[in-house]
């Protein structure tokens, strides 16, 4: 089955999912740039914004190493650690404390992350509704593929 076939079926299942989900959703698409393993990879993370907290055993770069390592040791695509990693970074950016400005109740995210010589930075973010955000990730991830 090509790429594209199975993105477009694995969107499907989470479209019925998300349906069944009853508190405040939230949306992170994760876009990973110049990386050799993940070149141009991207993936969805569905959740609710209970998951979303700081937690105190690490720091914003701490969870940023985290989510290099992982990109760079792991299938990102099959990791539990990078989904644990994303969500626990979220609450440190700027556009996570922005988020609170907005009208609406539940959100999605974009976050860049781009490997450099240093490291890993996360730039180029964005937020929108959830609505808004299901529809846009899912395109932006078949023009990946397609």
């Known amino acids: 089955m090509s790429t594209f076939r199975k993105l477009k079926k694995e969107h499907l299942i989470i479209d019925t999912q998300i349906k069944t989900i009853k508190e405040r959703k939230i949306g992170v698409l994760c876009n990973f740039h110049n990386y050799e393993q993940s070149s141009g990879a991207s993936f969805r993370i569905i959740g609710v914004e209970s998951q979303i907290k700081k937690t105190q055993n690490f720091t ?4 940023l190493g985290l989510i290099g390592h992982v990109v760079s ?3 990102i695509l099959k990791s539990k650690n990078i989904v644990s990693a994303v969500l626990g970074y979220l609450p440190y950016t700027d556009t996570w404390r922005f988020s609170n400005l ?15 010589p240093t490291g890993i930075s996360c730039r180029d973010c964005s937020i929108t509704s959830f609505e808004k955000w299901a529809i846009q990730s899912k395109e932006e991830q078949l023009q990946l593929v397609g």
């Open 102 to 116: 907005t009208n609406t109740e539940e959100k999605g995210f974009v976050l860049n992350f781009y490997k450099n």
């Open 73 to 75: 040791t792991e299938d």
């Open 60 to 63: 914003k770069d701490d969870l």
